[in-house]
Every structure is written in C-alpha cells, then in structure tokens.
C-alpha cells in the first residue's frame, strides 16, 4: 500500500485474528453457535465440532500466508512460549497435502521439565500438555497460525498462569449470578471480569543500546550517574511526540489493531523518552493475552526504527519507573457494569453490594494483591514517589465516601448540587464532574465504573493479579449469597450486612496521599502491613488462610501455590545474581581499564608539565581523586564477588532471595555508588559506555 494512500482502520482491524466475523463466513451455524456459547457461557466444545473449526482455522490461516501453527502459552517464565510445527503430511507420491485436524487443534506436546515447575516436574519427567482455550480467538503471525492454549503437567498439575485465570473467571461469574439473583435479576446467565491494562514503557537508540552490557544482560542500568536534566520541568509529560516515536508509536498502533488489540491512547509519559500505550477493555482471559502479545510486538516494531523498547521497570535511576494499571471491572452478558454508580449510587444497593464485597475482599486479602505486583524490578520501583506505596489500600473518592459514611452511620445524604464543572469562561460549555477525583498514589483507586490496581510492574503478565481479584471478589461474594438467600426481609437484612462488613473493613479505605511518610504511619496504626519487598510479600502465598481461598474455589492447588512460591523466590535469586555477575564483569572488563586509561592521562599531563615548570596542582587533585575511586571500585567488586559466593552455602529459596536481597544487593548498591561517582569525573572519551545523558535525550 502506497504510503500516501489513506489506511481506514475499520477495513483491517482484527485482519489476523478468527475472530467472529470470519467464524460466521466459515463455519456451519450449528457449529458458529457452539463456539459463541463456549466464548459466552463456558460450555465445553464436542472433538466434531473442534475438527470441524480446525479445517476452517488452517484454510483461513493459509491464506493468510501461515505454513505452521502453535500452541501459544503462558508458562512461569514470565513470557510466553510457542512451539511450531507446520501443516504439511506427507502423500504415497512423495509429495505433500497440508492438513489440521481437531485433535491438533485441542492439544499439544510441549517439554514440561524445560519449564519452571516449582518442583512439580524432575527432568527425566517431560511430557506436559497445552489445550486450546476456545474463548481467546486465534490469530496469524509470522507465518504461523497462533492458538491460545493453557499448559498443564502429565500428572495434571497446571504449569502456566492462564488456567487459574480461566478458573477465576468462572467462580466470580457463578457467585455474581447468585448475587444477582437477590435482587431479582432472571437474564444474566454469566458474569465476565473485564480488564483494561495501560503499558508504560521506555525507547531508546539501538546504537546506544548495544554498547550497554547491562541494559541488553539485564533490561536495566546498573550504573549511571543522573543526566544534568531529568524530569524536573515535567515538560515530557504529555508533551509533543517527536517524529521519531510518533513514527513508532503509528506502526505499533497498526501491528496491534490488526491483531484485533484495541489500542486506544498514546502519550509521552512523566520521565524523559518514556511513554504509555492503552487498550481499550476486553474480557480478563483475552486481555491477558493481548498485553503479552502487545509487549512482543513493542519490542518487535521498535527494532525496526532503530530503537528498543524497555520494559523494565526502572530502567534508569534517579527518574520514573514504568509501571501497569489493572483497569479491572465486572460486566453481565445483557450489558451491566456491575461497579456503574449509575445516576443514583446512594439508591444503587446492587451496585453498594458489589462494591462492599470488593472492599472486604481486597482488606482480607490484601496480601495476596501485594505478591502479584511482587519482583526483583518491581523493588525498585514501589514507594519511590512515583508509584503507589507497597501498603494495600482502596481510594474512593468524596461522593462514594459520604455514601459509606451515611450507610454505615444511618444518617440521609443531602443531595449534592456542585455536579457541574463552571470554566468560566463564557464561550466554553461547561461540563459534567466526575463522581471520584483521580488519585494517582493509591494501589487500588474507584475510577469511575472500574477499580484502577496501580502497583503492577510495566513487565508483568496481568494474569496474576487478575486471577486473584476474581478468586477473593467470588470468595465476599458468596459469603454474601450464603447469608442472604434465605432472608425473610432481603432489604433490612442486606443493608445490616453492608454496615457491618463496611465497620469491619473500613481501614483499609484511604482517600489521602499515599506517598506521604505520614500515610506509612497511620497504616502501621490502622494494621494494614507494609511489605516492601518482594521477598516479604512473596513468602505469604503458602499462608494458610490464601490456600484455603483457592483450594476452596479449585483454582489452585496447595502443591501449586506451594511451586509458585519456589518459582518467585528462585526467580528473584537469579535476577539479581544476573545483575551482580555483570556489575562484576563490566567493572573489570570496562570500567576499571577506562579509570586506569584517565589516571595515565592525567600522569602524562602532570610529567609534561613538570618539565616545563608548569603547576599541576590541578591534574594531581583529580588523579588522586581518581585513584581513590578505582581503589574503591576494586574493594567492591572483591566484596561483591564474596556476597555472591556466599549464597552457595544458603539453603532454601525463602533463605536465598533473603540473603540475595539483604547481602548481594546492598553490595551491589555500594559498587554503583562508587562507579557513578567516577562517571561524574571522567571525559566522555574515557568513559567506556554510553551515559544518561546519551541514552534518555537521544531519540530525536
């Protein structure tokens, strides 16, 4: 398509995903009707009508150019992972047909001892099964046909972080209905959790890129002092795109749309060569997808413009890190949102119910919501007056306070007349307000319609933290329906059961600034904890009360929490372990020979100086400075080297991330400290890897 020539999205949106539209040219009705109520209702799929859509599913992809298809997971790597195989089978001519058929389509093969299990697999024990997950449509890319599937262990353990997600699903929707049914609803048969995630992300030159051996070991700096200029003057923030990244910014925009991802919103973000994407909502399972397939292809199309996208989620010190909202909220198949004020909110109990359950829920189990945002980047990141603190906590807003103020306390509201917003100025209309503020420093903020989780790190899968909002949501609301399906009096009953769960768990509702140190007090005082670091949140996935809920609920099993936790931990020991060894390497390997070639530059200007007589009181000061620096690096380097070998003699993952966190990272950050201070000092020609300044202001 010529470049002048007009692109209307409509014509290509979804053009490589079997989404509806092309299931409703392909398939028989009978068969297109099965499907939409297994997408609809979770109703399982019958193997004829599976190879019935398997046929259709390659002719499409055929023609779309595929040769091979994958199953398409989501394993405890914290990416996805494919296996391809193509289409062709071989004829008694020697040639080839290429065929599909409804078993290949249902399940795969893949190596389960590859992948972290937690203990839940050895490595003589390989085989491991993917099935197709029929409710997220299947798409081309790259020549291959891609297939949506969850993974599981031979022995049925589950593998991947989709299957509790899809589980969730359903036990929020069964408890919901059961909800819904008090208040006398007959036609909502399915109630869907829905997910809108803004990604947060950082572009910077290739070139700058690949002379840095710890952004491309790592994903992050691991030294560099601050630029002269940072965020200070805020004039990034929403700022003017430059050509360059509105170049990427539209290829992305057109790589997504046609993989039917709804990317909406653009903008520069807080930090200099930052910025965020946002999708429009979709369901929790298929938004999962998506934001792992949208952070694939952010890295993909940066590529080709000469950039890379860095998803880590504090790339450079000393400015904002890159984090993900979770706009998440809960959607009835005849079109309510079940955390809609509506018009009324005060008069709403449907939507007050809803609302409570998800304010006991997030109380109870705030820990649970504090290990899915829980990471080695992470860490870096929570409580740094750029993110919400690492203390669980719910924002409300003026007008849903005074309604659970007045609910719990029994006393009418007045009705509130400042529901316009005046401008002033007489040729421009004046508006509707909101009925929350926006509060950008709590973890769990009403937004309107939807609660906003802001803690995720930018690198982070959704589907964690999603499945645990639907597990303790379905958990409230059950109890809610347990205590209420045999009420004689629903109204005076339901209302009782609204002003005592609201007394029980008002603490954890925080409407103030979360980055104060007073807020860190009063949460102390209020008993909401403050887990700061990933190693303090994680170890309470095993805690009796959390395997319970999901035992209770058959998400997970008590041997699968139990390997998730290993796996965090294990994973947490190694990012830093992996960061460690390359401080140590590009010290002696850049940093020291650089220190080493300044303090003989410096020598050599002092010798020819004082041949001639001249002073150089000036070269000595710095070259004392110098050699006091490198005399340092090299103690810290031996220091860190010892750290590391010292978590041999540590046993247990709990134990390890502990001493990683505690012993190795403190001596990484007394490494940096040194090093940085040498930067300050060193000529540009010297210094032997691109600084701050280069890689933040490069992209023009």
């Known amino acids: 398509m010529p470049e002048t020539e007009i692109k209307n999205v409509p014509d290509y949106f979804g053009c490589n995903v079997f989404n509806e539209t092309i299931m409703k040219t392909r398939l028989p009705k009978n068969v297109y009707k099965a499907l939409v109520k297994t997408k609809q209702l979770g109703i399982a799929l019958d193997t004829d009508i599976a190879e019935v859509i398997a046929s259709a599913m390659k002719e499409w992809a055929i023609e779309k150019g595929a040769t091979h298809y994958t199953h398409w997971f989501h394993p405890m790597t914290g990416v996805t992972a494919e296996k391809h195989d193509s289409f062709i089978s071989p004829t008694p001519d020697g040639n080839v047909i290429m065929e599909f058929s409804g078993k290949e389509l249902i399940k795969g093969e893949p190596d389960a001892s590859s992948f972290p299990s937690g203990g839940l697999r050895a490595t003589f024990e390989a085989r491991g099964y993917t099935a197709w997950d029929p409710t997220s449509p299947a798409f081309v890319k790259d020549g291959s046909l891609y297939i949506p599937t969850v993974f599981c262990s031979y022995t049925g353990e589950i593998l991947d972080k989709k299957t509790p997600l899809l589980r969730s699903m359903d036990v929020l929707s069964e408890q919901a209905v059961r909800v819904l049914r008090l208040f006398g609803n007959t036609t909502t048969t399915r109630?869907?959790?829905?997910?809108?995630?803004?990604?947060?992300?950082?572009?910077?030159?290739?070139?700058?890129y690949d002379k840095r051996e710890d952004l491309v070991l790592t994903g992050r700096t691991l030294f560099g002092a601050k630029a002269p200029k940072g965020q200070e003057l805020e004039d990034h923030y929403f700022g003017n795109i430059n050509t360059r990244v509105s170049e990427y910014m539209k290829e992305l925009d057109e790589e997504l749309w046609k993989l039917g991802i709804y990317s909406k919103t653009k903008h520069n973000e807080a930090a200099p060569s930052?910025?965020?994407?946002?999708?429009?909502?979709?369901?929790?399972?298929?938004?999962?997808?998506?934001?792992?397939?949208?952070?694939?292809i952010m890295k993909k199309v940066a590529l080709k413009h000469n950039l890379v996208c860095l998803l880590h989620e504090k790339p450079f010190a000393g400015v904002t890190g890159s984090g993900k909202h979770d706009n998440w909220s809960m959607s009835t198949n005849d079109g309510q949102n079940l955390l809609d004020p509506g018009a009324n909110p005060k008069d709403n109990f449907q939507f007050?119910?809803?609302?409570?359950?998800?304010?006991?829920?997030?109380?109870?189990?705030?820990?649970?919501?504090?290990?899915?945002?829980?990471?080695?980047?992470?860490?870096?990141?929570?409580?740094?007056?750029?993110?919400?603190?690492?203390?669980?906590?719910?924002?409300?807003?003026?007008?849903?306070?005074?309604?659970?103020?007045?609910?719990?306390?029994?006393?009418?509201?007045?009705?509130?007349?400042?529901?316009?917003f005046v401008i002033g100025v007489e040729a421009l209309p004046n508006f509707p307000k909101d009925t929350t503020d926006r509060n950008r420093t709590s973890p769990f903020a009403f937004t309107g319609n939807k609660f906003e989780f802001r803690m995720l790190g930018s690198a982070d899968t959704i589907a964690c933290t999603n499945y645990i909002l639907n597990t303790i949501v379905a958990k409230e609301l059950k109890g809610f329906a347990d205590e209420l399906e045999n009420s004689k009096n629903f109204a005076s009953d339901l209302n009782k059961l609204l002003v005592k769960t609201i007394k029980e768990h008002k603490q954890i509702i925080f409407n103030g600034n979360g980055y104060g140190d007073e807020w860190v007090e009063e949460a102390e005082r209020r008993g909401l904890p403050n887990r700061v670091a990933a190693v303090d949140a994680i170890p309470h996935y095993t805690d009796e009360k959390n395997v319970a809920i999901f035992e209770e609920f058959k998400v997970l099993t008590r041997t699968e929490i139990t390997s998730r936790t290993e796996i965090l931990l294990e994973n947490y020991s190694k990012i830093i372990n992996i960061e460690a060894l390359t401080m140590v390497d590009m010290c002696r390997k850049q940093i020291i020979p650089a220190a080493f070639a300044f303090s003989k530059q410096l020598a050599d200007a002092m010798v020819s100086k004082h041949t001639v007589g001249v002073n150089y009181d000036a070269e000595k000061k710095i070259a004392d400075k110098v050699s006091a620096l490198t005399n340092g690096i090299l103690a810290e380097v031996e220091n860190l080297d010892e750290k590391l070998l010292g978590s041999k003699d540590v046993t247990g993952t709990e134990a390890t991330a502990r001493y990683y966190r505690d012993s190795v990272f403190s001596a990484m950050q007394s490494l940096r400290a040194v090093v940085d201070e040498l930067e300050t000092i060193t000529p540009s020609s010297i210094w032997p890897f691109p600084t701050y300044t280069d890689l933040l202001f490069s992209v023009r």
Do not use: C, W
Not at 193 to 206: H, S
Not at 284 to 292: E, G, R
Not at 364 to 392: C, K, M
């Open 352 to 420: 007050l119910t809803f609302l409570v359950a998800v304010i006991k829920a997030v109380h109870e189990y705030s820990d649970l919501l504090r290990l899915s945002a829980a990471s080695a980047g992470n860490d870096h990141r929570l409580g740094a007056l750029e993110a919400p603190p690492a203390i669980i906590s719910i924002f409300l807003g003026d007008e849903l306070q005074t309604i659970i103020d007045a609910l719990e306390s029994g006393k009418m509201i007045s009705e509130n007349q400042d529901n316009e």
């Open 191 to 208: 109630v869907t959790t829905t997910v809108g995630p803004e990604q947060e992300y950082f572009l910077i030159d290739k070139k700058l």
């Open 274 to 296: 930052q910025h965020e994407m946002a999708p429009i909502f979709t369901t929790s399972n298929v938004a999962s997808d998506q934001n792992a397939l949208t952070m694939e």
